[in-house]
């Protein structure tokens, strides 16, 4: 049965994505691929507001594959990380770090608080090893957006490198990496973009990616130095990548930049979180964030007092043709849900939606 997708990934896709895995098969050896591989690779720097100091590789797998690929890769032996650790995917970065024995300093101001950036600051000032400032851009476990901006201030202010996991943030917040001092970010086809799940690609200096060589890193698929070596010598893949993958992800990209525009279609997913955010309201529903720290596409949501159980109410919403998320983690039990509006979601969907909602809550 055709669900409507309310849920943060994967997503609803437009009809000319869904037309163009279609497409003819072709060997990710051939010209023809080549010529995909680099226009695509433009698109994505595209996404994140990059200069021609930037590069893009594309790595077939979820989202934690491109932040994989970059945090097993980047270390040296005696670097440390900091990891500014505010939600569950938060606690992802840290996982891939400690598996890869980075040392990291875990700062966490608690699940939906923001960082303390005197405290941030502190830790920076005092740990000369640190080279890589981490951090989630749109903690979708909570629909947080990070303060980015400040946090690469402060990168920039004490010479550290700067990677951020955009994987939900893409698409669907404006980005940009040249004014937040980014060095290395990450994301995914199938969440803001409105493509496929399984297809996750890094934007980041070329510098850094031509300097950090294939041999550091600790993973042999996912391994930024390689993916680097062989985007710029043949304009392909270490690996067999999911090649007919990469006609939707370029239709994707073209719908978002051309035909809908970035800033368009972040103005979309505004209006349709606003319309989604005032009738929940009206409902008398509450927030765990204020509306200022919400991203554009995620808003986590509490059911009344006295209510069912929310694995129920996801179940209820599921069978009249609808997909939210329960929430995660400490959440749950406090009976929290997630909506999202990302993908091919319009505002009378929303408004439908609502009408839904209200129904079962
Ligand atoms: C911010 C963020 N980072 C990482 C991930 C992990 O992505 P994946 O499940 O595609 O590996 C997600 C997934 O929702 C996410 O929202």
Redesign the pocket.
Same mark, same amino acid.
């Given at each position: 049965m055709k669900t409507m997708l309310f849920s !943060? =990934?994967p997503v609803l896709v437009e009809e000319e994505v869904r037309q163009s895995l279609l497409h003819y098969d072709i060997c990710h050896r051939s010209p023809e691929f080549e010529e995909l591989f680099v226009a695509i690779q433009g698109k994505i720097l595209k996404l994140f507001n990059a200069d021609d100091s930037y590069y893009s590789v594309i790595v077939s797998g /979820? =989202?934690?594959s491109a932040?994989e690929t970059c945090l097993s890769s980047v270390f040296a032996e005696g670097d440390e990380a900091l990891l500014i650790n505010n939600g569950v995917?938060g606690d992802?970065l840290l996982e891939i770090l400690t598996k890869y024995n980075v040392p990291t300093t875990n700062y966490q101001p608690g699940w939906a608080n923001l960082p303390n950036m005197d405290e941030v600051e502190e830790i920076l000032k005092n740990n000369p090893k640190i080279t890589y400032v981490c951090m989630?851009f749109?903690?979708?476990s909570t629909g947080m957006i990070n303060p980015v901006n400040a946090v690469g201030k402060l990168a920039k202010k004490y010479g550290k490198r700067f990677f951020v996991?955009c994987? /939900?943030a893409a698409a669907g917040q404006h980005i940009d990496v040249v004014d937040n001092n980014i060095d290395l970010c990450t994301s995914?086809g199938g969440k803001c973009l409105g493509c496929y !799940?399984g297809s996750a690609y890094i934007c980041g200096k070329e510098e850094l990616m031509a300097s950090t060589p294939a041999a550091q890193g600790k993973n042999v698929y996912l391994n930024l130095g390689k993916h680097y070596e062989i985007a710029k010598s043949s304009h392909q893949t270490p690996n067999t990548p999911n090649v007919n993958l990469f006609w939707p992800l370029n239709a994707a990209l073209d719908w978002t930049l051309e035909k809908e525009t970035l800033a368009g279609r972040v103005e979309r997913y505004q209006k349709c979180a606003k319309i989604l955010r005032d009738g929940m309201k009206e409902m008398g529903l509450t927030f765990l964030l204020e509306e200022k720290d919400m991203s554009n596409t995620v808003t986590s949501v509490f059911l009344p007092e006295g209510s069912k159980p929310v694995e129920q109410f996801v179940d209820e919403l599921a069978a009249a043709g609808y997909t939210v998320y329960p929430g995660k983690g400490k959440y749950l039990a406090m009976n929290m849900f997630q909506v999202a509006n990302m993908g091919a979601i319009c505002p009378e969907d929303c408004y439908k939606f609502l009408e839904v909602l209200k129904a079962h809550i």
């Open positions: !943060p =990934g /979820s =989202g934690t932040n995917f992802r989630v749109h903690e979708t996991d994987v /939900s995914v !799940p």
